[in-house]
């Protein structure tokens, strides 16, 4: 098990188009978590699943984000209609247990800039 | 909502000073983690502190949880270039995580 990876690793777009991102946590972690980091900020929480269940979303999150986990494995992050306020460091986490507390394991993260 | 704060934003040291960085929350937290982000790279893991008033020690740094769990401190010992990065503390918010905004550490060697 190498630790959360990411896809891809950056990510250029056109302002008004589409992008996803692909998280792949580590094995039999069954939270996963996505972050948001721009410049000199911490990561900033957007949301996160139990498995397959997406059991909180920041209210700070537009409807234009929507993220998925099918069957409890690998995740995805879509951004519609890209704007240039879009772009950021995007962070997945994984943790190993059911609680909010637990340590959690980021991958590299997706840098995304909109044009 | 809850708000977690560091300070100081930025902190440049000579080799071989000690480093203090200091966290805030509005509210009350069941625990406290600590992360350190090398430039370029992703958070990595510390330490978590979950009793009030704890004290935890890694080699030169040193953690600690107020009384209150509302405040918490990390202090390194004589910096060495590899201290370098934005150290980050994160407490659990009602179902998320909150990061502070992180103290950057800069080391002259």
């Known amino acids: 098990d190498t630790g959360v990876s990411q896809n891809p690793r950056h990510k250029i777009t056109k302002r008004g188009q589409n992008v996803t991102f692909r998280c792949d946590p580590i094995?039999?972690?069954?939270?996963l978590y996505w972050y948001r980091q721009t410049l000199g900020q911490g990561p900033e929480f957007l949301t996160y699943?139990?498995?397959?269940?997406?059991?909180?979303k920041s209210r700070l999150l537009s409807d234009r984000f929507s993220a998925e986990r099918p069957k409890g494995s690998f995740s995805t992050l879509e951004i519609q209609r890209t704007e240039q306020g879009d772009s950021a460091m995007y962070l997945c986490?994984?943790?190993?247990?059911?609680?909010?507390?637990?340590?959690?394991?980021f991958g590299p993260g997706t840098r995304l800039t909109v044009l | 909502g809850q708000q977690v704060m560091q300070i100081p934003q930025y902190q440049h040291v000579q080799e071989g000073e000690d480093f203090t960085t200091y966290c805030n929350s509005s509210t009350t937290l069941s625990n406290i983690q600590w992360y350190k982000q090398r430039p370029g790279g992703h958070p990595v893991f510390l330490i978590q502190l979950v009793k009030s008033g704890e004290v935890k020690k890694q080699k030169r740094l040193t953690f600690q949880f107020g009384e209150a769990k509302k405040n918490s401190s990390l202090h390194i010992t004589a910096t060495q270039t590899t201290d370098v990065g934005t150290y980050f503390c994160?407490?659990?918010?009602?179902?998320?995580?909150?990061f502070g905004a992180g103290t950057r550490l800069t080391v002259k060697p």
């Open positions: 094995s039999e972690h069954n939270r």
């Open positions: 986490a994984s943790s190993p247990l059911g609680g909010v507390t637990d340590t959690q394991y």
């Open positions: 994160a407490g659990p918010g009602n179902n998320d995580m909150r």
């Open positions: 699943f139990q498995n397959e269940a997406q059991l909180e």
